[in-house]
């Protein structure tokens, strides 16, 4: 498998362990990438009626996330739409709005079990299928310690072709997670993982203390037959608010995949950005 990780960091005691977390459901209340959908719509990025399909794709999300056929078919669209996009320009509309539209939604319990992992010497590992221009810049908020996201090719001239180099999601998840765990030398009997979706099954089965959070229907199920701690996650709030209690200081994320803004659930917002960003001049 391709899987780009980032560079090593310094070199701890073996064996070492990891936490891993999904992001959207998981750690946020919605979809890291439909979140974004109000500034591109502010600005004029995306038009009236694209602005109306991706509020009722994250009130879908909302309410029950997206299966496997639907995830497929997203990706299958995002690699033929993104076609031709900037990635920089991708990553300032991110970077702008960041703080207005995602520190709201994180999970206060979220935030918590971040410092919690941190505080016991883990490291915090954001694994999702959005892409890293959206997954990053949130990791690096979170203070997360490395970020595994879909990542698509980009050309010489720092726009997407339309390829998928990678795809995090549902066993790729899982796999990713291995050869973190060779490089690192993370102990996946003693590491934690956290998911709301069945797609992240394989995912939960590879550490050795899986976690449902906000659980799908489906993960819900397999939660309660296996004896999976359930956990419900509901008070969103600012990290600003926690302070001091979200003390530990943020570190970079160190990005598995450098990708589009593909969608972690049921569409994608950023590649709905095609022109320059006129509006904003």
Known sequence: MGCAYARGVENHS?????????????????????????????????NRRTALRTAYAQFVFLLGGADHDQMERMRERLSSMCRGWNVQQVKEIVAETLHDLIDPIIYD??????????????????????????????????????????RMVVGEDGCYTGEVEYYAYGPTKAEAIKELARSEGYDLDRCYAYSDSATDLPMLQEVGIPHAVN??????????????????????????????????????????????????ATAGLVWYVSRRRAALA
């Open 109 to 150: 319990e979220a935030a918590s079990l971040i410092e919690e992992h941190h505080t016991a010497g883990r490291d915090v590992v954001i694994v999702s299928t959005s892409g890293a221009e959206v997954v990053e810049p949130i990791g690096e908020l979170l203070g997360a310690d490395r970020v595994v996201a879909t």
């Open 215 to 264: 659980p799908d229907r489906a993960l819900r199920r397999e939660a309660l037959a296996r004896g999976w701690p359930i956990l419900d996650f509901h008070r969103p709030v600012r990290l600003r608010q926690r302070i001091p209690a979200f003390s530990v200081p943020p570190r970079p994320a160190l990005v598995a995949a450098a990708a589009m803004g593909a969608a972690a």
């Open 14 to 46: 073996l064996p070492r362990t990891a936490a891993f977390f999904d992001l959207d459901k998981t750690v946020i209340a919605k979809s890291s990438t439909l979140t974004f959908s109000k500034s591109f719509y502010q600005v004029g990025l995306i």
